[in-house]
């Protein structure tokens, strides 16, 4: 097995599972250790999502105190600026990550309706 030093893609990861999951339910060969992993996965998914949703918060939070620093206080310079625009980008990047993770996350819920449908 590969030793990934950065962590997982985990859009790959995603991709990965609802492949597999997916074609199990088009051929209706859903197990109930299927529907077991597939839960697990679930929660793991809900955890990154509530992490990404902590962090993008306090990022804002963050922007938020910038941007004030920003407009009222001019005589910082434009460094306060700067890390405006920089946690703007960062922000933009949470935002759609954190779609990517929200999403996928309802879409499993349909798949594990689904497939408790077929198994049960």
Same mark, same amino acid.
Request: charged share 20%; net charge negative.
């Given at each position: 097995?590969?030793?990934d030093?950065?962590?997982i893609?985990?859009k790959?990861?995603?991709?990965? $599972? +609802?492949?597999? /999951?997916?074609?199990?339910v088009?051929?209706?060969? &859903?197990?109930?250790? #299927?529907i077991a992993?597939?839960?697990?996965r679930i929660?793991?998914?809900? $955890? +990154?999502r509530? /992490?990404h949703?902590?962090?993008t918060v306090?990022? &804002?939070?963050?922007e #938020?105190?910038?941007t004030?620093l920003?407009?009222?206080?001019?005589?910082l310079?434009?460094?306060?600026a700067?890390v405006m625009?920089g946690l703007?980008v960062?922000?933009?990047?949470?935002?759609?990550?954190?779609?990517?993770?929200e999403?996928t996350?309802q879409?499993?819920?349909?798949?594990?309706?689904e497939?408790?449908?077929i198994c049960l």
């Open positions: 097995m590969k030793k030093t950065f962590g893609n985990m790959q990861y995603c991709r990965d $599972h +609802e492949r597999m /999951v997916t074609a199990a088009d051929e209706k060969r &859903v197990t109930p250790e #299927l992993l597939h839960t697990e929660h793991i998914l809900q $955890h +990154e509530l /992490v949703l902590i962090v306090m990022v &804002v939070f963050v #938020l105190f910038v004030d920003v407009l009222l206080h001019e005589e310079g434009i460094y306060p700067l625009l703007a960062l922000l933009g990047f949470y935002f759609y990550h954190y779609f990517f993770l999403n996350v879409r499993w819920y349909a798949l594990l309706d497939m408790r449908r």
